[in-house]
């Protein structure tokens, strides 16, 4: 993505180079497949969404609409408590010990 970004004139990796990464890769995903149209079918299951504020890969920008699409379906469907989505500071692309203690206390509402 950085190096996309340099070829792209871009100083950082934000969701306009994102985007044109995937359609690179996959010509047509972002128009069908991308998860501001898949993500939203998970309602009304429980569904935990954890991202790191600094996400190169993920940029927390782009995750606007889809949030927003997500947080519809739930609210349409009468259960607006089984969708959260936690972006932590100060985090980019990867798990953390606060990510995984979420993850069990997700698990342990939803499945016990």
């Not at 190096?3 to 792209?8: K, P, Q, S």
């Not at 606060?98 to 499945?111: G, I, N, P, R, V």
Request: charged share 25%; with cysteine; proline share 6%.
């Amino acid at each position: 993505m950085t190096a996309a970004a340099h070829d792209l004139g871009k100083s950082k990796v934000e969701s306009e180079v994102v985007a044109a990464v995937w359609r690179r890769i996959a010509p047509g995903i972002m128009d069908e497949l991308d998860a501001q149209h898949t993500v939203p079918t998970i309602a009304p299951r429980p569904l935990l969404v954890y991202n790191g504020m600094l996400d190169p890969r993920c940029p927390i920008q782009g995750l606007k609409k889809v949030r927003r699409k997500i947080a519809e379906k739930y609210e349409e469907a009468g259960v607006p408590d089984n969708y959260k989505f936690i972006a932590q500071e100060g985090v980019a692309h990867v798990a953390t010990v606060q990510m995984t203690d979420a993850t069990k206390s997700w698990f342990q509402k939803f499945l016990q």
